[in-house]
């Protein structure tokens, strides 16, 4: 089984909607990422987490919400989506003592 | 302003031709250097991590190096199962910051 796990693995919605992506972790990690990756632009953080009362604004978390509901378990949600949050979602985490992330397998989510 | 930046965007290579990738950053407090392997569809892959100047890591047909302003990834002697987007990313702090990737393809 894989160690980094996301659901959905793809989704397709409209402007306006809801949506939450979930991330589920194996590896006893404490600490959780969420990335957007956009052809041209990379890998871009949005939120971290360092453990459950720990949450800290990425890069870009403007349009964007999380939940850390147990150390194994970190959740990204788009209160309204809108189509330039189309993109490819990656969860990762890291442990407290190291400095290797490890990559879920991504979201592919198109807002229409 | 952190940033990282690597070239070229795309490098094609007959195989057995050997080359180089680059990961150019200005960053403070730099705590390390990654380098990943991202295929089609998938999640990034990592390959290695570098700490200082002068500090080189190898595996198989990779080689990282890095100095106090960019990292460099040699492959030698590639084969097609190399072709993949490498990435490169930064620690600063608490936060990662990634170059926008190099798309080698290994021609047989």
């Known amino acids: 089984d894989a160690d980094v796990t996301q659901t959905p693995r793809n989704r397709i919605t409209k402007t306006g909607k809801r949506i939450m992506l979930e991330c589920s972790q194996t590896?006893?990690?404490?600490?959780m990422y969420w990335y957007r990756q956009d052809p041209g632009l990379g890998l871009r953080l949005i939120y971290y987490?360092?453990?459950?009362?720990?949450?800290n604004k990425g890069e870009i978390s403007d349009g964007y919400s999380v939940s850390r509901q147990a150390q194994a378990k970190f959740s990204l949600s788009l209160e309204s989506a809108i189509p330039n949050q189309t993109a490819l979602y990656f969860c990762?985490?890291?442990?407290?003592?190291?400095?290797?992330?490890?990559f879920g397998p991504g979201t592919r989510l198109t807002v229409l | 302003e952190d940033q990282v930046t690597q070239s070229p965007e795309a490098l094609r290579l007959q195989e057995g031709e050997s080359s180089s990738l680059n990961c150019s950053y200005t960053?403070?407090?730099?705590?390390?250097l990654f380098w990943y392997r991202q295929d089609p569809g998938k999640g990034p892959e990592f390959l290695f991590t570098?700490?200082?100047a002068g500090e080189e890591k190898e595996k198989e047909r990779l080689k990282a190096t890095l100095t106090k302003k960019e990292s460099f990834l040699h492959i030698t002697a590639p084969k097609p199962e190399d072709s993949a987007t490498y990435l490169c990313?930064?620690?600063?702090?608490?936060?990662?910051?990634f170059g926008t990737g190099t798309s080698l393809t290994v021609i047989p």
């Open positions: 987490s360092f453990d459950v009362k720990d949450i």
């Open positions: 590896k006893g990690h404490d600490r």
């Open positions: 990313a930064v620690q600063a702090w608490n936060q990662f910051y």
């Open positions: 960053v403070s407090g730099l705590r390390g």
């Open positions: 990762a985490t890291r442990s407290r003592g190291g400095d290797t992330q490890y």
């Open positions: 570098l700490y200082s």
